[in-house]
């Protein structure tokens, strides 16, 4: 999206605030756990960074050398048909699209929030924009 139409965006408005993971930060955790010996029952969230999603255009934005890169919201059904015409799977398309919906009402960040869970993952948005930025300029 960001390449081909030079925005980026989703099903959700620019200011909810999103929970974000970096995999490095999720083995690291599944590392340490396997060596506690646990039960298998541990419920964690493993949270790099939580920030609005009009963050997300302004970090990634600054990282491409596109700093007024915009967030634009769309409406659910924009945003499925935008993936399939991308190419993305029905069912894929379908999960997305229910996801940035979950978002939207606050459902998928809503027990985080609540238990006032830690955001203790080292890899935040910027360090993973430089990442980005890697395999978006090459």
């Known amino acids: 999206m960001i390449k081909n139409a030079g925005i980026i965006g989703g ?56 700093p007024e890169l915009p967030w634009v919201e769309f409406k659910d059904e924009e945003s499925l048909n935008g993936m399939l015409q991308a190419g993305l799977p029905q069912e894929v398309a379908e999960l997305y699209t229910e996801m940035g919906r979950g978002i939207r009402t606050g459902v998928v960040q809503k027990d985080f929030i609540e238990h006032g869970s830690p955001v203790d993952g080292k890899v935040k948005l910027e360090v993973f924009a430089k990442e980005f930025a890697d395999k978006f300029n090459s």
């Open 11 to 66: 099903n959700y408005p620019e200011n909810v605030e999103v929970p974000l993971v970096h995999p490095n930060d999720i083995a690291k955790a599944a590392a340490e756990e396997l060596v506690r010996n646990s039960d298998g029952k541990n419920v964690k969230y493993i949270v790099s960074d939580v920030r609005p999603a009009n963050n997300f255009a302004k970090v990634f934005g600054a990282a491409i050398g596109k």
